[in-house]
């Protein structure tokens, strides 16, 4: 039973680490709450001389909690207005109108 958790808790730790530097904001504490759980139960089923990994493990759990906490907080999403590229679009617009009646011009 062991294994087993250490297996989980090393995979859900990784998982952990991975998702806490990709921007996904709070799904991230879906694996660092698994990863926390199985570290806590591996620790639990450890004998006093095997308990240096879940120790480890359970440190790294809890500092990508704290960095996806860290994140949201202190990391503000903005949406600034592209008026630059508003402009562009615009202008592509009436490019392509113009296209188009030149093209009805000949036609015609």
């Known amino acids: 039973m062991r ?11 990784v998982l952990a680490i991975v ?3 990709l921007p ?3 799904i991230a504490f879906l694996p660092i709450g698994l990863a926390l759980v199985f ?3 591996l620790l639990k089923k450890s004998e006093n ?11 790294i ?3 990508s909690c704290a960095f996806v906490v860290g994140k949201a907080l202190l990391i503000k999403d903005e949406v600034v207005e592209d ?5 562009q679009k ?18 015609e």
């Open 3 to 13: 294994k087993l958790f250490l297996v989980l808790a090393i995979a859900f730790t």
């Open 49 to 59: 001389n095997q308990k240096m990994l879940p120790k480890i493990l359970l440190f």
């Open 19 to 21: 998702f806490s530097a």
């Open 83 to 87: 008026t630059q590229f508003e402009q």
């Open 39 to 41: 570290c806590l139960l």
């Open 90 to 107: 615009i202008e592509t617009k009436q490019e392509a109108k113009k296209e188009l009646e030149e093209l009805e011009n000949d036609l």
């Open 61 to 63: 759990c809890t500092l």
């Open 24 to 26: 996904l904001d709070t």
